[in-house]
């Protein structure tokens, strides 16, 4: 199984980036799938959840309003639109894939940095 993050990268305060999660390996559409992030000095914190078929949309507070997750389960392709970025979201995002108990699996992120 291999999860491949891309998209992150240098933006503006205010500023607009969109990431992509491919999967390979398992049967995409039978996971459920999550963003996380891991902001330097800082736990992994959960930032968004779609469920199998683009249902059950899940995010944090502190990206609600900002931030969009969708899945094309024919291209097995995660992607998280965020918008209005702040200096606050600077982070490596990881795609994380959840199927049945114990079956979780991890992408080795991509880095988004906020700056001015």
């Known amino acids: 199984v291999q999860l491949v993050e891309s998209g992150g990268e240098l933006t503006h305060p205010g500023g607009s980036l969109t990431l992509s999660c491919v999967a390979s390996g398992l049967s995409f559409s ?3 799938m999550n963003w996380y992030r891991r902001a330097p000095g800082k736990k992994r914190e959960f930032v ?3 469920g199998r078929q683009g249902d059950n ?4 507070d502190a ?3 900002r931030f969009t997750i969708s899945r094309d389960n024919k291209k097995n392709m995660m992607l998280l639109q965020m918008d209005n970025l702040q200096v606050e979201d600077t982070a490596v995002y990881l795609c994380n894939a959840v199927g049945g108990p114990g079956q979780g ?6 880095q988004v940095t906020v700056s001015s």
Request: no cysteine; charged share 10%; proline share 0%.
């Open 57 to 60: 949309l899940l995010y944090a």
């Open 48 to 50: 968004a959840a779609i």
């Open 63 to 65: 990206v609600k309003g």
């Open 105 to 110: 699996f991890w992408g080795q992120g991509t």
């Open 30 to 32: 039978d996971y459920a």
